[in-house]
């Protein structure tokens, strides 16, 4: 039998009912797979949409329970929701379940995704009043408390999701203090020079912007009452929320062998994870925000993307791998993409800011707070940003796409863009930042001591 159609057959298992996970699901099925589809997921709900938790459904537009993701078609898989993944046996080729359950597999996709990083004092963590935001059972009982009209709000971390939730407090009528160990918001992301458009945005719509201090304590007894700061204030405040960026969901994979740590899932440009020698699997496949991969745009270092886009456009190129043979495989070479609302604005990413060492303004201006600024990193265009000027975007990919020089000079479309004078980018360390950078790059660190293996005498 050919092997592609053998590849067409068989057990595939998608450990993750994330957007990612159903994508592929999907997508196996779009690519001719007949064989079985199991969809392992820790949350009792079908795969749902996140963007909408920390904008639509925190302002009571949209309920949390009604953020489901839309099948665009029929994946004909076996849902098994509410149940974790513990372990993995990539020699047996068997999922452990919390269940006691083990599911056999001939290929295995990874797409766990992220958590929330929790607030780092369990005891405090634990007062009631303190909240994170990642799933849509935080996003409703959040909902539910600011609707009820707290005294004021404390957002930890000026990160995008700490930013959007800043913003909806202040829609709702809401007071809220936004503590950021960085210098101003967004800084992890966009770079110093955003920031400070970011910063003023917030001061405007009348946020209590606490920018170069920290949180060292969260106060109460049983209940919220306020937080002491690094710079000796406290603040009052009977709802807190903790966003810290996000945590990659790989401790089930702790004894696997792969190349699996912290910093997510290693593999290769088209999807196979690697084990934790370097060694590329045939078997076992990752995609989504878990997933870390090389990118040529971006001199082969390891992108780990927190992006709708990407978790779409990954799973669809790793489920093609997963029943494809080797000849006809193709890699994931999409140019990462991202957005946010907040505060009246709306902020599109293109490419990879973080991947930087200067930035331009090269249309609008930061007075009109409507502007694109351009990234480069060593003489060429690495990354754009859009605030209220996204039908640009478009041209400014393309100039990434093929490695432009920096600055660009004039040609957008509507002929408005002009030579901009290059600044530093001025992105931090992000082990400076109360919140994690949505695009992470990183080399490949082994996160403990690889044993050397010698054959046997």
Known sequence: MPASRDLREGRVVIVGA????????????????????TV???????PYDRPPLS??????????????????????????????AIGLDAVKKRVMLADGESLPYDRLLIATGTRARPWPNPAEAALDGVFTLRTSDDAERLAGRLAA?????????????????????????????????GPVPLVGALGRTLGVLAAGLQHA?????????????????????????????????????????????????????????TRGVACDAGCRVFDMYGIVTDDVFVTGDVARFPHPLFEYQMLALEHWGNAVAQAEVAAHNMVSPGPLRRPHLAVPVFWSSQFGLNIKSVGVPTFSDEVAIVQGSLAERRLVAVYGYRGRVTA????????WLEHYQRLIETAAPFPPGPGAADGSAVAGFPVPSDVPDPARLSHG???????????RRLVLVRPAD
């Open 437 to 447: 950078p949505t695009v992470a790059l990183t080399g490949y660190l082994p996160d």
């Open 149 to 181: 009209g707290p005294r004021r709000v404390l957002v930890i971390g000026a990160g995008f999701t700490g930013s959007e939730i800043a913003s909806a407090c202040r829609e709702l009528g809401l007071e809220v203090t936004v503590a950021e160990r």
């Open 18 to 37: 994330s957007l990612a996970g159903l994508r592929a699901a999907e997508a196996l099925r779009e690519e001719g797979f007949t064989g079985s589809v």
């Open 384 to 391: 754009a940003v859009t605030i209220d000027m996204a039908k």
């Open 55 to 84: 904008k639509q459904v925190l302002l009571g537009r949209v309920a949390a329970n009604a953020t489901g993701l839309p099948m665009r078609r029929d994946p004909d898989a076996q849902w098994r929701l509410g149940v974790r």
């Open 40 to 46: 392992v997921g820790d949350e009792p709900h079908p």
């Open 205 to 261: 719509h009348g946020v209590d912007l606490r920018c170069g201090v920290t949180v060292t304590a969260l106060r109460g007894n049983g209940r919220l009452t306020g937080a002491e700061l690094s710079d000796g204030t406290r603040i009052d405040a009977d709802v807190c929320v903790v966003a810290l960026g996000a945590v990659r969901n790989t401790e089930w994979l702790g004894t696997s062998g792969l190349a699996a740590g």
